[in-house]
């Protein structure tokens, strides 16, 4: 194993996939052309690096990377050096984390840089021998830093745009404008690679003449949002879809407000489920993230999961927050690995996007509000492609 990895830091699992950071490292150390060489990682807390700056460079303060070259004074061209072993490189992850936060980066995309920095370290390289060597430096960090972008799992999760809020706002005034039809059709336009809308019952927003036109014009892909009852299942059977998101779905609420219950309703579901199946129509189910409802979903035989992603978004603390983000990246890993592709939507904005984003199982994010929301001011085709920097963002 190239890279020996070892964490001492509280929680780190729900933050970062340990494969990930293995991988991207190895791929660092073939495209550094040391690839038979072996490197320590340690991730470790602010207090741990303290110690470790105190006790090797006489420095009483955390920082966020140090590396201990196996082979001091060694200078950049470590290829043919006798010895395999790289050295440690040790970054703290409560700086990293801040630093992150500071950036407007994702955790994962400023550990890459770390990484990299300690890397180069490692190599010979020196940012503070002299100006020469710093831009050196600079310039091989970015080298680096472009390509670990294309080492990813599965490729970036799709964009689908929820356009009921359009239809909202054309039903408030119960007239023609504006059209949920041209809103999809400038989604595409503008990069998206899905549209997504709700009939629901009482047709508050999007109604029958949207579906029917936007199967005819969206050359991407529409996903139909729909509760389990039998005039909505009708409907989508005649209009075949890409694929439907089943929901629950209450007269009273003012949007979609839980995941879809599987595990009571599993006999009910099941026969929706086998009616499209026999249809060509894939099903995906809206549900919280737990494993019950994972499992049910895959024996009923859904083709995809939504992740609810609601309670992550609305959070009221950074410690809810994070326990919510944990239950969502495990019911991911749990749904990715039963076969199921997994999508998450509900409550994600230009804030709370970039997370979720850069999980490697992730197929496609569902959302609305944010994005018409920033349309009204920025108009829709930036609203599109803002997001759309932030999902490519987060995959480092
Ligand atoms: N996914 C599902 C299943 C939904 O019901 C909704 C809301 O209609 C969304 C995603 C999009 O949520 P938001 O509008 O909060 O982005």
Redesign the pocket.
């Known amino acids: 194993m190239p890279v020996d990895l070892s964490i001492n830091y509280p929680a780190a699992t729900d933050l970062l996939s340990r494969r990930q950071i293995i991988r991207q490292t190895a791929a660092l150390l073939e495209k550094c052309q040391v690839a038979g060489h072996t490197v320590s990682l340690r991730l470790v807390s602010d207090q741990e690096i303290r110690s470790l700056n105190k006790q090797y460079r006489q420095k009483d303060s955390a920082t966020n990377v140090l590396s201990f070259p196996f082979a001091d004074g060694a200078d950049e061209n470590l290829a043919g050096l006798p010895v395999k072993e790289l050295g440690d490189i040790v970054i703290s992850l409560d700086t990293a984390r801040r630093e992150a936060r500071e950036f407007g980066q994702t955790l994962q995309h400023r550990l890459g840089w770390l990484i990299i920095h300690g890397l180069l370290h490692l190599l010979g390289y020196d940012h503070e021998r002299s100006n020469k060597d710093e831009k050196k430096m600079q310039a091989m960090e970015h080298e680096l830093l472009a390509y670990l972008q294309t080492y990813r799992r599965i490729p970036m999760p799709h964009l689908a745009i929820?356009v009921?809020?359009i239809a909202t706002i054309r039903q408030a005034r119960g007239t023609i404008e504006p059209d949920p039809v041209t809103a999809a059709a400038l989604c595409e336009l503008a990069g998206a690679s899905g549209i997504?809308v709700?009939l629901r019952e009482d047709r508050r927003h999007i109604q029958d003449r949207d579906v029917l036109l936007l199967r005819q014009t969206v050359k991407t892909k529409l996903n139909l949002?729909m509760g389990a009852n039998r005039e909505i299942i009708q409907f989508a059977l005649d209009l075949k879809p890409d694929m439907i998101?089943l929901?629950p779905e209450k007269r009273e609420e003012l949007?979609?407000e839980g995941g879809l219950d599987v595990v009571s309703q599993k006999k009910k579901l099941a026969q929706t489920v086998k009616k499209m199946n026999a249809a060509g129509i894939p099903v995906s189910i809206?549900i919280d993230p737990d494993l019950a409802q994972i499992k049910a979903a895959s024996a009923i035989g859904a083709t995809f999961v939504?992740i609810?992603t609601?309670k992550y978004?609305d959070a009221a603390s950074e410690n809810t927050r994070e326990h919510e983000f944990q239950l969502i990246t495990a019911a991911a890993e749990e749904a990715s690995q039963m076969g199921l592709r997994v999508?998450a939507?509900?409550?994600?904005?230009y804030q709370n996007t970039a997370p979720i984003a850069a999980l490697p199982t992730i197929d496609e994010l569902?959302?609305?509000?944010?994005?018409?929301s920033r349309a009204v001011f920025t108009g829709l085709d930036q609203a599109v492609r803002e997001m759309l920097d932030i999902i490519r963002a987060a995959q480092f």
């Open positions: 929820n009921d809020h997504v709700h949002e998101t929901v949007t979609t809206f939504e609810h609601g978004c999508n939507g509900h409550g994600l904005n569902s959302i609305g509000h944010a994005i018409i």
